[in-house]
């Protein structure tokens, strides 16, 4: 079993910055994909932004230009850096990611959700 465990989150001014991360508790094989989902309260999840092994990344259209999701694949560790922050990004972010084994096979794998608050 693995933990995915995240970091980063808190308050913060408009125009801030927040560096969230995502670390695997157990030795794996890496990620084959990372995400950071986020979901405010009556709202529906939005997927924020995903990295593949590759280093393939996506981002939602409301964070484009905004944050940056990277890893380092020797901490087995995936981050969002979010700068500048809005007042509309407040809200629980969420990390998933597909994990890879060494001894063979994938599963998928959630973190606890960390929350951010932007202040106006």
């Known amino acids: 079993q693995v933990q995915l465990v995240e970091s980063g989150g808190g308050l913060v001014q408009a125009g801030g910055s927040l560096r969230l991360s995502c670390a695997a508790s157990a030795i794996i094989d890496g990620f084959k994909t990372a995400n950071w989902y986020r979901q405010a309260p009556g709202k529906q999840r939005e997927l924020v932004a995903t990295?593949?092994?590759?280093?393939?990344?996506n981002y939602a259209d409301s964070v484009k230009g905004r944050f940056t999701i990277s890893r380092d694949a020797a901490k087995n560790t995936v981050y969002l850096q979010m700068t500048p922050l809005k007042p509309d990004d407040t809200t629980v972010y969420s990390c998933n990611a597909e994990v890879k084994w060494y001894v063979g096979g994938r599963r998928s794998y959630w973190g606890q959700g960390t929350q951010v608050t932007v202040s106006s």
């Open positions: 990295i593949t092994d590759g280093g393939t990344t």
